[in-house]
T-cell receptor, first 114, second 113 residues
Framework: GNSVTQMEGPVTLSEEAFLTINCTYTATGYPSLFWYVQYPGEGLQLLLK?????DKGSNKGFEATYRKETTSFHLEKGSVQVSDSAVYFCALSDLQGGSEKLVFGKGTKLTVNP | DTEVTQTPKHLVMGMTNKKSLKCEQHMGHRAMYWYKQKAKKPPELMFV???????INESVPSRFSPECPNSSLLNLHLHALQPEDSALYLC????????????FGPGTRLLVL
């Protein structure tokens, strides 16, 4: 079945450092790809998405490019802030029984220190 | 407006209680979802409703009973839960169930004693 593999955390960075969180996927067909963020004690928020190969999703300084050749959707940010501390989930859409399901990676906890 | 609301925010219940979780959206979305999230884990899909009909049940125990009374509301009725059912319960909605972005609510944190 379709699956998502995300780099193991936790990741600890200093403010203004460069961030990369790796995400690779296994899928039949061409799923949509997502990054969701979960701040402490909250639900999930959509961070960005891409629906086809070579699409770049971007939001709040975060970017990810849908790479079909490497089956990857790595999350990057050039300069992280303390407020970016959260858990980040990579996900893909998986069609089952006529309905789309989200398949999540295990999540990567990011801590940014001042 | 991409808001999904959930009530209550927190819930403590005993194993013999009956309680309900409520989820509401006014975005005109026709697909709604219940997820369960344990600490330090990703969300796990429980149920999917499409146009007010149950389309996916991920083999969830019958002590969890979903209900979709109309296109804006989704309930999860709880009865005779076990302590291992303690978790964050997340509701989500999307325009429909076909490759559309899911928007999540803030969740209900449930503790079963």
């Amino acid at each position: 079945g379709n699956s998502v593999t995300q780099m193991e955390g936790p990741v600890t960075l200093s403010e203004e450092a460069f961030l990369t969180i790796n995400c690779t996927y296994t899928a039949t067909g061409y799923p949509s790809l997502f990054w969701y963020v979960q701040y402490p004690g909250e639900g999930l928020q959509l961070l960005l998405k891409a629906t086809k190969a070579d699409d770049k999703g971007s939001n709040k300084g975060f970017e990810a490019t849908y790479r079909k050749e490497t089956t990857s959707f790595h999350l990057e940010k050039g300069s992280v802030q303390v407020s970016d501390s959260a858990v980040y989930f990579c996900a893909l859409s998986d069609l089952q029984g006529g309905s789309e399901k989200l398949v999540f990676g295990k999540g990567t906890k990011l801590t940014v220190n001042p | 407006d991409t808001e999904v609301t959930q009530t209550p925010k927190h819930l403590v219940m005993g194993m013999t209680n009956k309680k309900s979780l409520k989820c509401e959206q006014h975005m005109g979305h026709r697909a709604m979802y219940w997820y369960k999230q344990k600490a330090k884990k990703p969300p796990e899909l429980m149920f999917v409703y499409s146009y007010e009909k149950l389309s996916i049940n991920e083999s969830v125990p019958s002590r969890f009973s979903p209900e979709c009374p109309n296109s804006s509301l989704l309930n999860l009725h709880l009865h005779a839960l076990q302590p291992e059912d303690s978790a964050l319960y997340l509701c989500a909605s999307s325009l429909d169930t076909s490759r559309e972005t899911q928007y999540f609510g803030p969740g209900t944190r449930l503790l079963v004693l």
